[in-house]
């Protein structure tokens, strides 16, 4: 997962082989990003999307020096998409997103609300609340789901079925990242898991307890210190995975009412879910041994099933 994924570069300027690390990134993914059988317009324009989200992201995961003004001067690069200042945007995959832009009303908002995330990842790295971490989720996945919608060019009226569907499957594969996550976000100081789910678990968390520094290790003691996650931890992620995989479900209603390529290239998202689903399972739900997998084998498996229940 994300430790395989090279980091961007801070300013987001051109990189020797900086779309080559990016597509090595995609591939990293639980999902196909962009499955090979689209047609090339549209893998262009996935792709395009694609490498701006990732950038944002690493950014605010792994840029060196301050984040959030490298996230603010990457956002101020970004308006230029849509308010030209002559010049055009300086970082190379911004420009790559211009003809995009151009040639089919891609929103700048939802670039906007990922941009809002990361800034909050760099002040916030606990969630009360299931409903806390799901308002996040509104600033980190859901734009995303809205941004492919609009490559596909769905007509998706703001707040109907077809909207509220894709926001849940872009909650749901968010959470299940996020699940199988765990230990790397924890080196990173944030715990995604609600704080109330873990007291109601009974998950020991002794950094916090004791009000040491996050990510020191030696204070850190606890279920989530150690090397294999405990039976108390395990339980836990097995009923987070089971409401992301809800979500999931819930959302998956979407599919059945896109057409064409759009169906697919959902359908693989949400087959891509499935199989992270899976890969926790597998693992016995231990998140802190690394980071459980998703397999390729498995997101063909659920990818097909996917398709004929779309189509019936
Ligand atoms: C129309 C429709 C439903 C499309 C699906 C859109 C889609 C693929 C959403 C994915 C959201 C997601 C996994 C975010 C991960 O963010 P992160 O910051 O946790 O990612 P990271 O772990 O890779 O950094």
Redesign the pocket.
């Known amino acids: 997962?994300?430790e395989s994924?090279p980091a961007q570069g801070a300013s987001a300027m051109p990189l020797p082989g900086a779309e080559a690390r990016l597509r090595q990134?995609e591939q990293?993914?639980?999902?196909p990003?962009a499955l090979r059988v689209l047609p090339a317009r549209v893998r262009t324009r996935l792709h395009a999307v694609y490498d701006v989200?990732?950038t944002i992201?690493?950014l605010?995961?792994e840029a060196d020096g301050d984040r959030a003004a490298e996230l603010r001067a990457f956002a101020d690069d970004l308006g230029t998409v849509w308010s030209p200042d002559g010049t055009g945007p300086r970082a190379p995959v911004l420009r790559r997103l211009v003809p995009v832009v151009r040639d089919g009303g891609l929103p700048q908002e939802p670039f906007d609300r990922l941009i809002a995330?990361?800034l909050q990842d760099q002040q916030v790295t606990r969630y009360r609340t299931w409903d806390e971490l799901l308002g996040y989720c509104a600033l980190?996945?859901e734009p995303?789901?809205?941004?492919?919608?609009a490559v596909?060019e769905?007509d998706a009226p703001p707040g109907g079925a077809v909207e509220r569907?894709?926001?849940?499957?872009?909650?749901a594969?968010?959470l299940?990242?996020?699940w199988?996550?765990v230990a790397?976000d924890r080196d990173r100081g944030r715990i995604y898991l609600p704080l109330e789910d873990l007291d109601r678990f009974g998950i020991t968390n002794t950094s916090d307890v004791a009000g040491a520094a996050v990510g020191e290790a030696r204070h850190d003691q606890g279920d989530l210190w150690s090397a294999s996650a405990s039976p108390a931890l395990r339980r836990l992620i097995a009923h987070e995975t089971a409401r992301a995989v809800a979500l999931l479900d819930e959302?998956a209603a979407?599919v059945r009412t896109?057409h064409g390529w759009?169906r697919l290239?959902?359908a693989g998202?949400?087959a891509?879910g499935r199989a992270a689903a899976d890969a926790l399972r597998r693992a016995e739900w231990d998140v802190l041994a690394g980071s459980p997998a998703a397999r390729r084998r498995d997101v063909i498996r659920h990818l097909v099933p996917e398709l004929i229940r779309s189509a019936l």
Do not use: K
Not at 28 to 31: D, G, I, L, S, T
Not at 165 to 171: L, M, W
């Open positions: 997962m994300r994924r990134a990293a993914e639980n999902f990003v989200v990732r992201d690493d605010g995961d995330a990361n980190s996945a995303i789901g809205r941004l492919v919608l596909f769905v569907a894709a926001d849940q499957v872009s909650t594969l968010q299940l990242e996020h199988q996550d790397e959302g979407v896109l759009a290239a959902v998202y949400v891509g």
